[in-house]
């Protein structure tokens, strides 16, 4: 079996892999993009040779050689990093795009949104089932992460399942959903695993990641225990993270506000769940997606401003987002002193959010609101997850991902813990690199 990767081994983003097992048959694994350089972009200009130019897409030259070998597009989940590409890259592929409902959706969405017309079929797959490609099996596993029907892949080959475990966490209590199907993947493990292809951005976090039970908990202690009588409630979030929307929606009807959803790309996924059947709970909010629907709503919202929850984008700083145009004053609303601003999520860690976010937070300070940061769990599995994973799979074959080299070393350090060896059984990569595992 050979391995490429692609993309998401020399960063965190642009995840890619592609597998070609021994019959030369071929399927690549997620297709995402580099975000931070697209913060940077100007709305609209999200074209192929702009997002190729600032490094946002994979570099696919490393397996051109493959185009006429790939049976599959198989994409794990709904989140940019890992299916924003598509889009951009799939039509270089006479393969079908297989995709869990609410990602299928979230593709469809983007495809529209930036007016391109998609060559393959998207064929939706449900969480916990099993399909064929040229007689090879493929399951998606249903696995916990922070968006919804996220799917550990499993391809089944003769030497053995080859396992993609790219973005996931062991939450025993999500909000929406099941558990991770644990059953199935120790059924998997007692028929052998050759290679395990596994999420290495918290593997130096000595713990385990908290279950999203946990940020719900403390956002209902925020929003339903602290002075917010005249206050109006601001919260931003990630706009794919269905579950923390559930939660602000429910703990907003419990005090009795108004519930807003300001923001394109909270219309995008929350919408794609209506269409995949997995939510109900837009029937108790508005949603606003366009700059002047927008400034119509927020002019009433500044009438009364204490009957109101926001929930808008902006949780990164991004230039143009709900929040920051907020801070500015380029709205008919103003923000005043002790209006609450709960960040539900953490700054990920690339200089250009950095920069953004602190520049918010000291605009909002200026504005004297009242500033809740880091109400969040991570959506990734921390160190001990990933040791209980490699425990349960016992994998012949590790390959560390999501990750810059010190992230990849970090995972790899555990694994030499658990009795790997660097370069035989467990591997570092990089973008562009292929390895021959037998």
Known sequence: MKFHAV????????????????????????????????????????TPSRLKEIGALPNISSIEKLRGKVCAQIISHAHLDHVGAVPYLERNYKADIFATPFTIEVLNALARDNMINMKNRRRPIHPNSHFQVNGVDIEFLHVTHSTLQTAIIVIHSDEGAIIYANDFKLDNFPVIGRKPNYARLKKIAEDGVHTLIVDSLYAAAEQKTPSEKIAREMLGDILLNTQNDDACIIVTTFSSHIARLKSIVDFGKQIDRKIIFLGRSLGKYVNSAVRANLIDFHKDIEIYSYRKDIKKILKKVAERPDKYLLACTGHQGEPGSVLVRLAHDQFPFKLRPRDHVIFSSKTIPAPVNEANKKALDKRLREKGARIFLDVHVSGHAAREDLRDLITMLKPKHVIPAHGDIPKLTTLAGLCVEMDYKIGKSVHITKNGQTLNLV
């Open 7 to 46: 993309g998401g081994f020399s960063e965190v983003g642009k995840n890619m892999v592609a597998i070609e097992l021994d019959n030369g048959k071929t399927f690549i694994v997620d297709c995402g993009l580099y975000l931070p350089p697209i913060v940077e972009l100007e709305e609209g200009r999200h």
